[in-house]
């Protein structure tokens, strides 16, 4: 007969079995190493609750490419086609506007003269644009301002092609242009939020982005064979069909699937209400601030690469284009990539300004050849991007519905009119001082202005500046992550 006596358990056994409970504990609270860098569970509030979080299925995982998302919207799509044509035939129609001054009358000065008519108007009436773009449909703005830049490059194409062109019809024009960005700008930047909606909203900006990058690189070589093969004025004609063909796209829009936007009736002190906005805004303010220590030496670069071609590699308008060409390049990847971040804060841009400043100094210091110049001018084009592209979502996803184009005005405005500004300051300092120098002179502008913004914020902020260090350089640690967790599977 078996005894009724039970045996004592082994110590050994004891161990093993204290081991593996320690260890089932330890991957509950913990979960397995690779868990750590998945997104962290919700904070459970009761035992069950963390029993049930623990073993509960994961969410359905969202679409592999967010861009091809937003492209699937199908107002978006007709907008991004709308951008295609308009910005590379743009391209293509100031080339043959600037070549064509030229031509007739030899004069550089008048070229210069040229670009000035055409960034006035955004310099005296640009935040007037903007309350326009609040007051009126979005949609029927950009109608009528595509339409005036239809109709004046189709008056300028039909006197070239007639031979009855003369330099004050092309200064008119231009000037006509320029007004008719005063108003373009603001309601395009603002129309961006209605067709693509709230949640494809940071992709739709770096879609835009890599499509005006896409129209400077592909639109000055079109220019190029146009007027090599059939001269300026069939370079006119297209730009004008294009501009007519986004109308038309337009108006195919749905309007029921566009984002309601909500229209500002006519009122006086609209202008002040929306720089009282920004000022009331920390985060728009100092992003606007520090566009414009970008803008107002390190985002144009046309000049100093043209002293650098001239000055330092001893090349010709082949080098230059070469040159132009690889700084687009980075520019069109770093629009890419910027389709995949998630998000944008005010210290990611304080940090971007800076890799901007800082890469623009190395290709003044350390760029002995060519090769390593091209290599960080990519590079250069890649931050500059994703710093303009997460400027550019940081202010859209902030600001009010009902003072969005006046905030977009004041940001067009301050990004435009610094880099009016540069154009002379760092012509100066490449003429006189050498290219080095004024690649040294582009990097300023971005340094200062993350010295002064960061600074800034570091101040303002909890902890003072000691605190916003450590908040750049450190991480939770993972265990505070799982400590909620912990406690309530000890509760």
């Not at 904070?43 to 091809?68: I, M, Q």
């Not at 985002?299 to 010709?316: E, I, P, S």
């Not at 003044?364 to 390593?372: N, Q």
């Not at 979502?393 to 003072?403: D, G």
């Amino acid at each position: 007969m078996p005894s009724a006596r039970r045996h004592a358990p082994s110590p050994t056994r004891t161990r093993r079995t204290a081991t593996a409970a320690t260890s089932r504990l330890s991957r509950t609270l913990h979960g397995p190493r690779l868990a750590l860098h998945r997104r962290p569970r919700p904070v459970a509030d009761t035992p069950a609750d963390a029993a049930a979080a623990a073993s509960s299925v994961p969410a359905a995982p969202k679409p592999r490419n967010a861009t091809l998302a937003a492209l699937g919207v199908r107002n978006f799509r007709l907008y991004v086609f709308s951008q295609v044509l308009t910005n590379t035939s743009g391209w293509a129609a100031r080339v043959a506007q600037d070549w064509l001054v030229l031509s007739l009358t030899g004069s550089a000065a008048l070229v210069g003269l040229t670009v000035t008519l055409q960034f006035v108007p955004m310099l005296l009436l640009g935040l007037v644009g903007g309350v326009v773009a609040d007051r009126f449909p979005r949609r029927r703005v950009l109608m009528v301002t595509q339409s005036i830049f239809g109709l004046s490059t189709l008056a300028i194409g039909v006197l070239a092609l007639s031979g009855h062109v003369q330099a004050w019809h092309v200064l008119v024009a231009a000037f006509v242009s320029g007004l008719a960005t005063v108003f373009d700008n603001p309601a395009r930047q603002a129309f961006v939020h209605e067709v693509a909606g709230p949640q494809h909203l940071r992709q739709a900006i770096s879609v835009n982005s890599a499509v005006f990058q896409l129209g400077g690189l592909v639109g000055p070589a079109v220019a190029g064979g146009l007027i090599s093969a059939v001269g300026e004025g069939w370079t006119f004609l297209l730009n004008a069909v294009a501009c007519l063909a986004a109308v038309a796209l337009l108006v195919a829009m749905r309007t029921a699937e566009l984002t309601a936007t909500p229209v500002v009736a006519r009122a006086k002190g609209q202008l002040r209400e929306g720089l009282a906005y920004v000022r009331r805004s920390p985060r728009i303010l100092w992003s606007v601030v520090l566009v414009g220590f970008v803008a107002v030496t390190g985002v144009n670069m046309a000049t100093v690469l043209a002293a650098y071609t001239d000055q330092v590699f001893r090349t010709d308008a082949g080098g230059y284009a070469l040159l132009t060409s690889m700084l687009a390049v980075g520019a069109l990847t770093g629009a890419l990539l910027s389709t995949r971040r998630r998000g944008s804060r005010i210290t990611h841009l304080v940090l971007l300004a800076g890799a901007i400043g800082l890469l623009q100094l190395l290709a003044a210091a350390a760029a002995p050849s060519r090769p390593v110049f091209i290599t960080v001018l990519i590079a250069m084009g890649v931050v500059t991007l994703l710093y303009l592209t997460g400027s550019n979502t940081l202010v859209q996803t902030t600001v009010a519905p009902h003072v969005r184009g006046r905030v977009m005005a004041l940001y067009v405005l301050v990004l435009l009119g610094a880099q009016a500004v540069s154009g002379t300051l760092i012509g100066w300092v490449c003429e006189h001082l050498g290219a080095r120098a004024g690649m040294v002179a582009c990097g300023v502008g971005p340094l200062l202005g993350a010295v002064v913004v960061g600074l800034a914020l570091a101040r303002r902020s909890e902890g003072g500046t000691r605190a916003t260090f450590h908040r750049f350089t450190h991480r939770a640690p993972a265990d505070e992550a799982v400590e909620p967790a912990r406690e309530a599977v000890a509760a």
